[in-house]
């Protein structure tokens, strides 16, 4: 079994930072090798991907391109989210994600809101 476990949501003003953690547990094997991602979902949409992270590469949502920062602590087998410039459309439950074997485990989300 793998469990997923975020923090750091919060309310947060236009312009301002927060940073998200997951942090990783059980059957994960190297976590380094494991492909990570952020997802998000706001009220009366799709999920969608904000941030990936592999051992090739770190992509991002056009989106949130400038202003998020995908990071992993191998040795705590945390990754992170660091989102500055924060805007309302940025409001959505975030997920964390990872691939393990295969298999996509997700994080119980954590809840984003910007306020104007």
């Known amino acids: 079994q793998v469990q997923l476990v975020e923090s750091g949501g919060g309310l947060v003003q236009a312009g301002g930072s927060l940073r998200l953690s997951c942090a990783a547990s059980?059957?994960?094997?190297?976590?380094?090798?494991?492909?990570m991602g952020w997802y998000r979902q706001a009220p009366g949409k799709q999920r969608e991907l904000v941030a990936a992270?592999?051992?090739?590469?770190?992509n991002y949502a056009d989106s949130v391109k400038g202003r998020f920062t995908i990071s992993r602590d191998n040795a705590k087998n945390t990754v992170y989210l660091q989102m500055n410039g924060l805007k309302r459309e940025d409001t959505a439950v975030y997920y964390c994600?990872?691939?393990?074997?295969?298999?996509?485990?997700w994080g119980q989300g954590t809840q984003v809101t910007v306020s104007s």
């Open positions: 059980g059957s994960i094997g190297i976590f380094n090798l494991n492909p």
């Open positions: 992270s592999t051992i090739f590469s770190i």
């Open positions: 994600q990872i691939l393990v074997r295969g298999n996509n485990y």
